[in-house]
């Protein structure tokens, strides 16, 4: 259970931020796994793919970077790196 309360708190920040920039999806984004994270990259895209049904990030590429280091000050954090979102041309 905190597990997928981790990433519905992840995709309820991706889409607000989409909102306010106006997008249409998000469009990708890049999560670090700290290594003692309880996650495997395939259990995140589960519960991310689950969590994002019916949300601007349901469209949402999902590139997972994992670490195996757990001496790492952030080993035990979900770190979400970067977010890129389909804004509509503004000209069209």
Do not use: K
């Amino acid at each position: 259970m905190h597990e997928t309360g981790i990433v519905r708190d992840l995709v309820r920040r991706l889409e607000q931020a989409a909102q306010e920039a106006g997008a249409e999806h998000v469009s990708g984004v890049v999560v670090w796994l700290g290594a003692l994270s309880q996650f495997s990259p395939a259990h995140f895209r589960e519960h991310f793919d689950d969590e994002a049904l019916g949300t601007l990030a349901e469209r949402a590429e999902l590139r997972i970077v994992a670490s195996e280091d757990p001496l790492d000050p952030q080993a035990q954090y979900v770190v979400l790196q970067s977010a890129d979102f389909a804004v509509p041309d503004e000209d069209g």
